[in-house]
Nanobody
Framework: QVQLVESGGGLVQAGGSLRLSCAAS?????????MAWFRQAPGKEREFVAA????????YSTDSVKGRFTISRDNTKNTVYLQMNRTTPEDTAVYYC??????????????????WGKGTLVTVSS
């Protein structure tokens, strides 16, 4: 069992930066899982944002955040990060951390995820 707790959300002005963290706890280290970030904006479905393989050697992101957001992980700290730069109001959403046994399944619908965090709210003001 893995518990995921997100932090770092808040209010940021458009063009600003924010770093989200996802701390994992439980009996299994996150080094055994691919990790990802998803987001859900008000009135919209949850969407994939970025993912990283178990070793951190490969990353994937949706087109709307390419060049602006960076996912990374520190397996020694059981933590995954999402660095958000050049934010826009369209980035406003609840951001969820996710763990899965297959990054390939997580990045494609129906987004097979084994564990979800409870989310952290990011609000980007214009």
């Amino acid at each position: 069992q893995v518990q995921l707790v997100e932090s770092g959300g808040g209010l940021v002005q458009a063009g600003g930066s924010l770093r989200l963290s996802c701390a994992a706890s439980g009996r299994t280290f996150i080094s055994r899982y691919g990790m990802a970030w998803f987001r859900q904006a008000p009135g919209k479905e949850r969407e994939f944002v970025a993912a990283i393989t178990m070793s951190g050697g490969s990353t994937y992101s949706t087109d709307s955040v390419k060049g602006r957001f960076t996912i990374s992980r520190d397996n020694t700290k059981n933590t995954v990060y999402l660095q958000m730069n050049r934010t826009t109001p369209e980035d406003t959403a609840v951001y969820y951390c996710a763990a899965g046994s297959s990054v390939a399944r997580m990045i494609r619908p129906p987004h097979g995820v084994d564990y979800w965090g409870k989310g952290t709210l990011v609000t980007v003001s214009s």
